[in-house]
């Protein structure tokens, strides 16, 4: 069930968070719309998002890596 969950999440947050990134810094860009970095939660969670799925992705890795020889569970 949690392993259904993952595949859906991971790359919901991975491109979600990328696309908003994106979109924060095109609206600044495009308007000179400012969110000051540190201050914004905005801008936290944009990037909080990728780093969220990547740190998913590896939890994932570790818990469904390899069985070396010897250590079958």
């Not at 609206?27 to 740190?55: D, K």
């Amino acid at each position: 069930m949690l392993g259904r969950i993952l595949d859906i999440l991971i790359p919901v947050l991975l491109l979600g968070g990328l696309l908003a990134y994106l979109a924060l810094l095109a609206i600044g860009l495009l308007t000179g719309w400012h969110l000051p970095y540190p201050a914004s939660f905005w801008w936290l969670a944009a990037t909080g998002c990728p780093a969220l799925g990547v740190a998913l992705i590896y939890w994932r890795g570790q818990s469904d890596g390899p069985v070396l020889e010897g250590e079958e569970t």
